[in-house]
């Protein structure tokens, strides 16, 4: 088969759903198939496997090149996927990427797979400015392209309760409706779309490491914190205020100093959280084999989100390289293996500084927190033939 990846991230930066993309590309050549994958670059692409999309000269959302517009990009996508014969369609974003692939397939007579990576309304709330506004005009262009129509989300869960909330979640269902098929790395996610009312043919399927990645479980020795030794607290992602790294900030302050903190990634937040004063070391938008070093290094990543997450890819890596994991919300025990993590008491600072203390004061926590990592590492390397599966689902159904 030969498999369209299109996705609204520019592949080149950090990120989880740029990550998961270039793992599923990789497991799917490995596997004797070919995949290109289409997403907005800010210049030509040096890889003939990705593929440049229009892009707007001026729009570039949390500092991403941004596919624009809509027609330029569902005629560029349908000429490469009849010349290049393509068979299914994956997309893996909301954005005009995707909906590009959602009209170039349906032009072309090829069935779409979309995976729903994250919370749009959570990140839409957090990024965009006045989102109240502005994700009303989102939802028009939106509309445009994938109907809208009928479809309704009511307001009685905490994730619904507002209007601009109500309005992402139809934007959710529409680009489900409009796709042959529905993956979603995590049960918790796929529970909340199943309840929102979508009825595409839906399958969970475990986002996974590329092959150079997960090839790393088991070489890092277990963490051991000895007496006097720093304690090296490791935070990556987008900087951003859906993944809440102002709650890792007000607790870094009550840390101590036994403890070290050092973030890795870049955002629209990225000035504000620094200007903020806190003992935490920034060191920006860094390669993806600097956070793998820092994450061996470490003795614990944090993840700080809430209620936004679906899969973290960074949780994954931590696995891989044997790092225990500190995280804030339930939903993310699915993530992190059996004993190789822990919840904090409430999802605040304070609940972050408590089990800091905790694992300070107990140091073989972490050591046996890492041991069930390495343990559980082999497991998160990606295999294509859960997605496999799925592309041979749809094609058959055509």
Known sequence: MHIALVTDYYAPTLGGVQTAV??????????????????????????????????????????????????????????????????????????????????????LGLPVVHTMHGRVDVYTASTLPLPGVTTALLARLHARQVSHAG?????????????????MWRLMLA??????????????FARKLADQGVRTPMTVVSNGLEE?????????????????????????????PEKRPEVLLAAAREFGPRVSVDVYGDGGARRSLERAGAPVTFHGAVT????????????????????????????????????????????????????????????????LVATIARLLGDPGLLTSASEAQLRAGPVVAQSAEPMLEVYRSVLGSR
Request: with cysteine; proline share 8%.
């Open 22 to 107: 270039r793992a599923l590309a990789e497991s799917l050549r490995a596997a004797g198939h070919e995949a290109t994958v289409f997403c907005p670059l800010a210049g030509p692409s040096p890889d003939e496997g990705v593929v440049a999309l229009p892009v707007s000269g001026s729009f570039r959302p949390d500092g991403y090149p941004f596919a624009w517009s809509p027609r330029r990009v569902t005629a560029a996508l349908r000429d490469e996927f009849a010349r290049r014969g393509v068979d299914v369609v994956h997309t893996h974003s909301e954005m005009f990427a995707a909906l590009g692939g959602i009209r170039a397939a349906g032009d």
């Open 151 to 167: 479809l309704r989300v009511e307001g009685g869960t905490p994730y619904t309760a507002t209007a601009t909330a109500r309005r």
């Open 175 to 188: 680009q489900s409706r409009a796709s042959d098929h529905v993956v979603v790395p995590s049960s918790h």
């Open 212 to 240: 150079a990645v997960a090839a790393t479980a088991g070489t890092t020795p277990p963490r051991r914190l000895a007496d006097g030794e720093t304690l090296r607290v490791v935070w990556v992602g987008r900087l951003s």
């Open 288 to 351: 993806h084999v600097s956070v793998l070093e820092a994450m061996r290094s470490g003795h614990v990543l944090v993840s700080s989100s809430y209620d936004f997450d679906n899969q973290p890819m960074v949780a994954l890596e931590a696995t891989a390289t044997g790092l225990p994991v500190v995280y804030c919300d339930p939903d993310l025990a699915e993530v992190v293996p059996d004993g190789g993590g822990f919840l904090t008491p409430t999802p605040d600072a304070a609940g």
